[in-house]
């Protein structure tokens, strides 16, 4: 008998007391390892993670968390190809593998080097500006994004054991919630590997990672409303989950992704000689074949042109027939197995229900050679292409969840939409075109049914390729869909973070705003101790210290030599007569960019100190036009400090507000700088 996966729970290793149920080898149908749950104490895993982890999570900053991931990330690279070996007892191939585990791991190291650029060096963070409440200023509210004390739960799919897995780990520990991993039967021994590797690394702190390896039947009944549980899997199951009442009224979060019937649209401009047609061919054939097809992502609906669907279902066989399947581990093989015996019975369920309304072009359901193999033994099954009759309706019901797609005519790009439209919403749609109107078209009426849309054609091609094309999710994109894929979003770069995180709406006065955002609040006090805040280390630069500059003139001769040194001749600046009959301006006026290279003029400390480098400007606005012979002032107050953790500076962000005479705000905007943590550094 082979060894019984392990949870870990609660701080330690958990082995059931029974003898579990088999996992068997997709290649090989050999017993690869048992799975229980057998004698786990769910309602310990979630007070584990609520205490421990939370505890140890919650203190941490935004860049604080993302580097405990990017050395986790790092750790995961050094072991992958133990990873890998483990990975071909899935039937996956190597390059199946590549997109599971290196595309996990990628996708951990994105999100950190994200995080670490676009938030707060802090444990909050601000959603929007500033929102006025009374005239005084002394009533202001913000919008901020906070941590919350509950646990993740993330339940997922058997076909992307490893991405699965860290692409739901990285937004939840970025946003300070510990994780419980609930990986599916058929593919836990591998999923089981990757969480004893981090544990073992002590990388991560205790209670932000548990896992939970076979049945989680209880684990929602411990949920309360702080806790969010994110869903991979079939609709059936869903809509169980959905129905649990910890979800309907205890306020459980519950984001799911389900089935999807993607579609790929080749657009009615593509020839039978143009680069696109080919593009679309291989696309098709990749997203068939990849991981079997066993990816919620794959094109399950192949939408084509009428006059073109025998010339697109001629190559498209024609470029299955060169698919080889078999043994994942063999050089010669293009497509491995699906994962167990029991998928490749509902696949070819699905297939018999697809037969109802269209005709087999390519592969055979029940027979299949297999490289290396033995076909029966092994969960291997043949691409198998169908071409829809008209009016087919299984095509827009039916996915089957393997090498399969349906080729479907279409006249007219309504209806083209409106086909893409009967999948009752995907995760993904494409189309394939190298007319703009025709994507335009396409794009905005599928939108609606669609989490992401691919628009391919012979300029994007290259790339497009190189970042996984159709199929594989991206973490900067949001990946999740409407409708029947679940409704649900994932990753999206920071909005992944976001989902994880409680938005509240903060009132007060612009003091109490500062101390508890950690940022400066427009109003609030300024200190200004004498010091130049530019002869200021990060060690001693505080939020809040203020320089107040001398005032300077504005001469028409400025303006002139302004003009005429950089070119921007325009009117408003050098024609008297033009600009009086402007109401905005009502004579000659400042450049606003001169303005501001004058304001720093006023407030820059010129010799060597702290202040390494300005890498910028944000948020610039002109509001008061500065007319020649007019007197401007800065002021200029330190708003944020964010320490880099890999460098001997950090950045500052200044409030800029350049006032005239009468001290109204002319300009404002905030300036960006590196300044040293240390001065004299060492």
């Known amino acids: ?265 080749l657009g009615p401009d593509v020839a039978a000689d143009d680069p696109e047609l080919d593009l679309f061919v291989k696309a098709v054939v990749t997203e068939m074949t990849v991981k079997a097809g066993q990816k919620c992502t794959a094109i399950r609906r192949v939408i084509v042109p009428r006059p073109l669907v025998g010339t697109v279902t001629d190559a498209l066989a024609a470029r299955l027939a060169t698919i080889t399947v078999g043994d994942p581990r063999s050089d010669d093989v293009r497509m491995g197995a699906l994962v167990s015996l029991e998928q490749r019975d509902e696949v070819r369920k699905a297939i018999q229900s697809l037969r109802a309304s269209a005709d087999l072009v390519h592969g055979d ?91 391919l054609d012979r300029d994007d091609a290259q790339e497009a390729t190189a970042a996984g094309g159709h199929g594989s999710p991206l973490p900067v994109l949001v990946h999740g869909g409407p409708g029947r894929a679940g409704g649900g979003e994932e990753l999206g770069g920071i909005r992944g973070v976001l989902h994880h995180l409680q938005r509240t709406a903060i009132q007060a006065s612009p003091d109490m705003l500062t101390a508890i955002t950690g940022r400066w609040t427009p109003g609030s006090q300024r200190s200004d101790d004498g010091t130049h805040p530019f002869r200021k280390s990060l060690a001693t630069l505080r939020v809040g210290d203020t320089i107040a500059s001398a005032s300077r003139t504005v001469t028409l001769a400025d303006i002139d030599h302004f003009a005429e040194f950089t070119g921007d001749t325009f009117y408003a600046h050098t024609d008297p007569e033009a600009a009086a009959a402007n109401p905005l301006f009502g004579g000659i006026v400042a450049h606003g960019y001169l303005v501001v290279s004058l304001a720093a003029g006023l407030f820059v400390d010129p010799d060597p100190g702290p202040v390494l480098a300005n890498f910028g400007v944000d948020h610039l606005r002109f509001l008061t036009p500065v007319k020649a012979d007019d007197t401007i002032a800065v002021t200029l107050t330190v708003k944020q400090i964010t320490p880099r953790s890999n460098a001997d500076y950090g950045e500052v962000r200044w409030d800029a507000v350049v006032t005239n005479a009468d001290d109204q705000p002319v300009a404002t905007y905030d300036v960006l700088t590196l300044v040293a943590k240390e001065w004299p550094q060492a």
């Not at 071409?387 to 007219?412: C, K, L, Q």
């Not at 993904?428 to 078209?441: I, L």
């Open 365 to 455: 359901p029940d027979r299949v050679e297999a490289i290396d193999a033995d076909a029966e033994r092994g969960a291997f099954l043949s691409p198998v292409l169908l071409r829809a009759h008209d009016g087919a309706v299984e095509a827009h019901d039916v996915e089957p969840f393997g090498p399969v797609s349906t080729v479907i005519g279409y006249d007219g790009l309504d209806d083209a939409v409106a086909l893409a439209a009967r999948g009752k919403g995907s995760l993904v749609g494409s189309v394939v075109t190298h007319d703009p109107a025709v994507a335009r078209h396409v794009v905005l009426g599928t939108a609606p049914w669609h989490g992401r849309i691919l628009v």
């Open 1 to 265: 008998m082979s060894a019984l996966l392990e949870s870990y729970a609660a701080g330690r290793w958990h082995r059931a007391d029974d003898e579990g149920r088999p996992v068997l080898d997709a290649v090989t149908g050999e017993e690869v390892a048992r799975i229980s749950s057998t004698g786990l104490d769910l309602g310990a895993m979630v007070a584990h993670g609520r205490t421990v982890g939370v505890a140890a999570l919650a203190p941490l900053t935004f860049h604080e968390r993302a580097a405990l991931l990017k050395a986790v990330a790092k750790h995961l690279t050094e072991v992958k190809d133990e990873l890998y070996e483990l990975s071909f007892r899935t039937g996956a191939t190597r390059r199946d593998s590549a997109v599971d585990i290196d595309g996990g791991i990628g996708t951990v190291f994105s999100l950190a080097s994200k995080a670490t650029r676009e938030l707060p060096h802090d444990t909050v963070h601000l959603d929007g500006g500033l929102e006025p409440l009374g005239r005084a200023g002394t009533f202001v509210g913000q919008h901020v994004w906070t941590s919350r004390p509950g646990v993740a739960v993330q339940v997922n799919a058997f076909n992307f054991p490893v991405w699965g897995f860290l692409e739901k780990l990285a937004p939840a520990l970025l946003a300070g919630s510990p994780t419980i991993v609930k990986p599916a039967a058929q593919t836990a021994y591998l999923a089981e590997l990757v969480v004893r590797r981090i544990i073992e690394s002590g990388l991560l702190p205790e209670g932000s990672l548990q896992l939970l390896c076979g049945s989680p039947a209880g684990l929602l009944d411990e949920l309360t409303v702080q806790d969010r549980v994110a869903f991979t899997g079939s609709a059936h199951t869903a809509g169980l989950l959905r129905g649990h009442p910890n979800v309907l009224h205890g306020g459980v979060e519950l984001t799911v992704e389900a089935d999807s019937l993607n579609c790929s649209i």
